[in-house]
């Protein structure tokens, strides 16, 4: 299991004044989930391209810094391993899935990583239908790939990078286009991944309300640069930068602060602060808890 | 009539060869057309040509690709009846040339020929993915994965071309663009497009490379979900076709 | 708009069906009737007909059987430039959509179709672009804009041609909250203006806040043609079509549990409303299970 370190790490698109990412400075651990956000343009997705090789293996322009694998083997700049071999340890989804299928047939498609990276035939059955139906498209193994819905392809991306199980995970709005039943049983079943296999996952997303209860850690992105990472609940105590940046605050969230500003909890700052709930459920409990005066 | 030249996920006995036999296939085709100068043999040819593609299911495609080409092929035909000059005059034109009796014989040949070539190479493109013709040039042909890409990039250049156009086509349409003018407006709203196409199609090749790579494509090792092996009607085929090319040269 | 009367019947279907070439069955029988005026969500889960059924409506999708008529016309017997003069279309891969070099040009396509030109068609460009925020961009190429952005440009494209129908497929996957909420007091505007909108969304918060009239699909048929709140009063509904309630609705309705409302559920209201509940004093409240907080965190 990889340890992921990026290290003062900048890069400009070719033809462009402004970097795109600038000096961005972040430990991944292996095994951690991390949800990154921000604005469209921030940088979000330039970042898991340099993590996954994309760039600059890929994609031209100036990098300064770097992305390091840590294994017990060694450590080594993505720049310097090539994409292939990459591949051994990172699953990508795109923020474009349908750029990134490959294979006629949905099942051939889920199959193709599995083949490239050796995996036993007589295995790929059983981990092909797996995949399928965390992505709810079992349904849908001998259809062809071109002719299927928007997010019909975007379940097919994430399900060809779950069948691999890479140590790390890394995906680009892979809910974008995925309705609200779907999005939760694909954050639901990255969950499961990550705590019963100890797999890395690192995810760009807007809906931080679903993820935040997922995660370890939050990242908040603007112009290329972090301008706020930690435990969810310890980011989600700074309103103001949400504000800031137009990132929205989760609702639960969003009803402690106004608590606050009501009078009715102590500023969350404060020694007694009751932490800040991450779930319907958890800001139910804080109301009630509340009410009867505890 | 959609003119999008893809392929076409089907189960017929066509599509089950394998792509080797395919690529053999087309590349037979090909030194047949070339050793055959008159029409007669090239009419049976394309007739075969389609016979397969009913086999296959993709008829209709190709018929459809034959309307779009036969424009091409008069055009052929017009030019080498205007400049060749051999053979008894049947109609005399401006400036010494002449209208003869070899220049339309030549000129339909030609024409047939591009037909026949054209034709059988979409008919590959349309049962065969990409992915298993790189594929078996890889693993077969030992072919470098870079040159295997080069290679079907550029064979595939001109479909991945026509689909770029027949998207541009509906995004034009759907923008209130009028093509009410027939073909010739068609090519024209399309000309100012025609560098964008050329690096749009690139872009689409370079990133199907690396979709491919950051899954481990090129990997050492790579094992197989359904074994893309020739069978004995894969070498049954090829037999046929090498048989048919002496046969034709012997004969012709 | 004056072509069209708020209230007309401008998009109908009527026993639409659509079969894909390969035997998929996409819609079924599906019988609607937007009028002119009005703001339209259309939702349900991936694969349900949503694309398919909008596609219908500007005429790149031609009905196997049944008919659409936009603005009375049939379908099949307008090109789709023609109907395009009526309805513009956001295609739900931007990548489907865009194809200059240039994001000026791009804007400017459907404009300049519909025969504006010089200071005009400059000043609609600027006001699109500006309004969903791109205005910087207008030299880029639009190939290197984010994925976001990308998106962003599809719609200002649309805007440019101001038609009397605005469909948008998924107008707001991959964009940031303000993003979102920008887009959609665009598209409010424009409503106000008298300007039919059509969109797909999978954003049940946006469904909630925004639309007056709710499709929901589910496997090529029309599940329910309502408002919003009737949606998310229907429970089973919700789960055929694999739908959720936003989290703000679930909050009220579990507040609720608590004796607490709010006429307009938003985090403050509820807020103040259990702030004014505390002051109070805790006798007020009736709980049922008093001795439950020792379960709280
Ligand atoms: N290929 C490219 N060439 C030049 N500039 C680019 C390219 N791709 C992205 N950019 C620019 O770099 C910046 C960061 O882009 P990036 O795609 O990383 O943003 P993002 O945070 O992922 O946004 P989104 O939420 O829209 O996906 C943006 O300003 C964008 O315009
Ligand atoms: N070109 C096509 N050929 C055959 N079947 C298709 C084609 N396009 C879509 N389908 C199928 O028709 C059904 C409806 O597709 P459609 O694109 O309308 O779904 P949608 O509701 O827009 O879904 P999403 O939310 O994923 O975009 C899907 O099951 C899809 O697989
Ligand atoms: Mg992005
Ligand atoms: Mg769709």
């Given at each position: 299991m990889p340890k992921i370190t990026i290290d003062n790490l900048s890069f400009a698109y070719p033809d462009t004044s402004t970097e795109a990412l600038k000096e961005i400075q972040l430990t991944i651990e292996p095994g951690e989930f991390v949800a990154i956000t921000g604005a469209t343009g921030a940088g979000k997705s330039t970042l898991l391209r340099c993590i996954n090789g994309i760039i600059p293996h890929f994609q031209p322009g100036t990098l300064q810094g770097a992305v390091y694998l840590e294994t017990s083997a060694g450590r080594s700049a993505v720049g310097r391993v090539s994409t292939p071999h990459l591949a051994r340890y990172i699953g990508s989804v795109f923020d474009d899935p349908e750029g990134q299928i490959v294979s006629?047939?949905?099942?051939?498609?889920?199959?193709?990583?599995?083949e490239n990276t050796g995996v036993d035939p007589t295995q790929m059955d059983e981990r092909i239908q797996h995949a399928l139906d965390d992505c709810g498209i079992a349904h849908l193994r001998q259809h062809p790939t071109n002719r299927l819905s928007g997010g019909q392809k975007q379940r097919v991306a994430i399900a060809a990078a779950l069948a691999l199980a890479p140590s790390i995970l890394i995906l680009d709005e892979p809910t974008s286009e995925l309705d609200p039943d779907g999005t939760e049983a694909v954050l639901?079943?990255?969950?499961?991944?990550?705590?019963?296999?100890?797999?890395?996952?690192?995810?760009?997303?807007?809906?931080?309300?679903?993820?935040?209860?997922?995660?370890?850690?939050?990242?908040?992105?603007?112009?290329?640069?972090?301008?706020?990472?930690?435990?969810?609940?310890?980011?989600?105590?700074?309103?103001?930068?949400?504000?800031?940046?137009?990132?929205?605050?989760?609702?639960?969230?969003?009803?402690?602060?106004?608590?606050?500003?009501?009078?009715?909890?102590?500023?969350?700052?404060?020694?007694?602060?009751?932490?800040?709930?991450?779930?319907?459920?958890?800001?139910?409990?804080?109301?009630?808890?509340?009410?009867?005066?505890? | 009539m959609s003119l999008s030249i893809e392929y076409i996920p089907?189960?017929?006995?066509?599509?089950?060869?394998?792509?080797?036999?395919?690529?053999?296939?087309?590349?037979?085709?090909?030194?047949?057309?070339?050793?055959?100068?008159?029409?007669?043999?090239?009419?049976?040819?394309?007739?075969?040509?389609?016979?397969?593609?009913?086999?296959?299911?993709?008829?209709?495609?190709?018929?459809?690709?034959?309307?779009?080409?036969?424009?091409?092929?008069?055009?052929?035909?017009?030019?080498?009846?205007?400049?060749?000059?051999?053979?008894?005059?049947?109609?005399?034109?401006?400036?010494?040339?002449?209208?003869?009796?070899?220049g339309i014989l030549f000129g339909v040949t030609m024409a047939l020929r591009m037909l026949v070539i054209v034709s059988s190479f979409l008919l590959f493109l349309m049962t065969t993915p990409t992915r298993s013709t790189v594929l078996s040039l890889v693993e077969y042909l030992k072919v470098p994965y870079d040159y295997a890409f080069l290679f079907i990039t550029a064979l595939r250049f001109i479909p991945t071309f026509i689909e770029e156009v027949h998207l541009i086509r509906q995004a034009q349409e759907a923008r209130a663009h009028d093509f009410s003018g027939g073909a010739f407006s068609r090519v024209r709203s399309?000309?100012?497009?025609?560098?964008?196409?050329?690096?749009?199609?690139?872009?689409?090749?370079?990133?199907?490379?690396?979709?491919?790579?950051?899954?481990?494509?090129?990997?050492?090792?790579?094992?197989?979900?359904?074994?893309?092996?020739?069978?004995?009607?894969?070498?049954?085929?090829?037999l046929l076709m090498v048989l048919a090319v002496v046969i034709i040269s012997l004969f012709l | 708009m004056d072509v069209f009367p708020a209230g007309h019947p401008l998009l109908q279907a009527q026993q639409l069906k659509h079969t894909f070439r390969t035997g998929r069955c996409a819609l079924q029988s599906v019988n609607v009737t937007i009028h002119a005026g009005e703001?339209?969500?259309?939702?349900?889960?991936?694969?349900?007909?949503?694309?398919?059924?909008?596609?219908?409506?500007?005429?790149l999708l031609k009905p196997t059987a049944g008919t659409v008529l936009v603005g009375g016309?049939?379908?099949?017997?307008?090109?789709?430039?023609?109907?395009?003069?009526?309805?513009?279309?956001v295609f739900q891969n931007p990548d489907h959509q865009i194809f200059h070099g240039r994001l000026f040009d791009e804007v400017a396509f459907g404009p300049r179709n519909l025969g504006l030109s010089g200071k005009e068609l400059d000043q609609r460009v600027a006001s699109a672009l500006d309004a969903v925020n791109l205005a910087a961009y207008v030299d880029r190429d639009p190939a290197e804009l984010s994925r976001g952005q990308r998106k962003r440009a599809t719609i200002a494209s649309v805007l440019a041609m101001k038609t009397p129908v605005l469909i948008l497929d998924e107008p707001t996957s991959g964009q940031d909250y303000q993003?979102?909420?920008?887009?959609?007091?665009?598209?409010?505007?424009?409503?106000?203006?008298?300007?039919?909108?059509?969109?797909?969304?999978?954003?049940?918060?946006?469904?909630?806040?925004?639309?007056?009239?709710?499709?929901?699909?589910?496997?090529?048929?029309?599940?329910?043609d309502g408002s919003p709140d009737e949606l998310f009063r229907q429970a089973s509904l919700l789960q055929i079509a694999g739908l959720r309630r936003p989290p703000i609705i679930d909050l009220q309705h579990r507040l609720e549990e608590l004796g607490l409302t709010a006429s307009v559920p938003t985090a403050e209201s509820l807020a103040a409303a259990l702030a004014s509940r505390i002051q109070q004093g805790p006798s007020v409240h009736v709980d049922p299970t008093p001795g439950r907080n020792a379960a709280c965190p």
């Open positions: 006629p047939i949905v099942e051939e498609e889920i199959a193709f990583a599995l639901h079943v990255l969950s499961e991944l990550h705590r019963q296999r100890g797999i890395t996952v690192i995810i760009v997303e807007q809906k931080i309300n679903l993820l935040a209860p997922l995660c370890d850690r939050l990242v908040l992105m603007d112009q290329g640069r972090i301008v706020l990472e930690g435990p969810p609940r310890q980011v989600l105590r700074q309103a103001d930068v949400f504000t800031q940046l137009g990132i929205e605050l989760p609702v639960p969230a969003r009803l402690m602060h106004a608590l606050v500003k009501e009078g009715a909890l102590p500023p969350l700052d404060s020694p007694g602060a009751p932490p800040v709930p991450l779930t319907v459920d958890e800001a139910y409990t804080l109301s009630q808890a509340l009410l009867t005066g505890s | 089907a189960t017929s006995p066509v599509h089950k060869l394998h792509a080797l036999t395919k690529l053999a296939g087309a590349l037979t085709v090909l030194t047949l057309s070339m050793l055959m100068g008159t029409p007669v043999p090239l009419v049976i040819l394309q007739l075969a040509l389609l016979g397969i593609a009913a086999v296959a299911n993709v008829h209709q495609e190709l018929l459809g690709a034959m309307k779009g080409l036969l424009k091409v092929a008069v055009v052929l035909i017009v030019l080498q009846v205007l400049f060749y000059s051999e053979g008894t005059a049947l109609v005399p034109l401006f400036a010494g040339l002449a209208i003869t009796d070899q399309l000309f100012p497009l025609a560098l964008p196409l050329v690096s749009i199609s690139l872009k689409r090749a370079e990133r199907m490379a690396m979709a491919m790579e950051t899954r481990g494509f090129g990997l050492p090792g790579r094992t197989h979900y359904r074994l893309e092996a020739p069978e004995a009607g894969d070498f049954l085929m090829m | 703001m339209v969500a259309i939702i349900g889960r991936n694969g349900a007909g949503k694309t398919t059924l909008t596609k219908h409506f500007n005429g016309q049939d379908t099949r017997r307008v090109s789709v430039a023609q109907l395009a003069r009526t309805v513009s279309y993003e979102s909420r920008q887009i959609m007091a665009i598209l409010q505007q424009l409503h106000q203006q008298g300007h039919t909108i059509l969109l797909i969304t999978h954003d049940m918060e946006l469904v909630q806040e925004q639309a007056q009239r709710v499709l929901v699909l589910g496997d090529g048929q029309l599940l329910l």
